[in-house]
Nanobody, 124 residues
Framework: QVQLVESGGGLVQPGGSLTLSCAAS????????FGWFRQAPGKEREGVSC????????SYADSVKGRFTISRDTAKRTVYLQMNSLKLEDTAIYYC?????????????????WGQGIQVTVSS
């Protein structure tokens, strides 16, 4: 069965770092682009970052550019989101999603598979 399982979330202090992992199974990993999305209470779902299936091109929201890094590991069938210099406003549920496209998009429209989400809380 198709699965996207996020891990690595939790509580971290402002300025700290956290790495999220998305383990993918049940579909052809290399054919899919991946995105990381987040949603905080009272806010719209935001496309944080994405990475393409072909040339590995990436895209980042302005709010995280320079702080977050998305990557993928074919051998491990895993997508990562390295988060540095975390801020209070980064607190949200983070979702991993997969899209059968060459180039990725930070819009949630069209993504085929979604993980269950994982909580990231930035707090003192």
């Amino acid at each position: 069965q198709v699965q996207l399982v996020e891990s690595g979330g939790g509580l971290v202090q402002p300025g700290g770092s956290l790495t999220l992992s998305c383990a993918a199974s049940g579909f052809t990993f290399d054919s899919y682009a991946f995105g990381w999305f987040r949603q905080a209470p009272g806010k719209e779902r935001e496309g944080v970052s994405c990475i393409g299936s072909g040339d590995g091109s990436t895209s980042y929201a302005d709010s995280v550019k320079g702080r977050f890094t998305i990557s993928r590991d074919t051998a491990k069938r895993t997508v990562y989101l390295q988060m540095n210099s975390l801020k209070l406003e980064d607190t949200a549920i983070y979702y991993c999603a997969a899209d059968l496209v060459f180039f990725c998009s930070r819009s949630y429209v069209g993504y085929d598979y979604w993980g269950q989400g994982i909580q990231v809380t930035v707090s003192s």
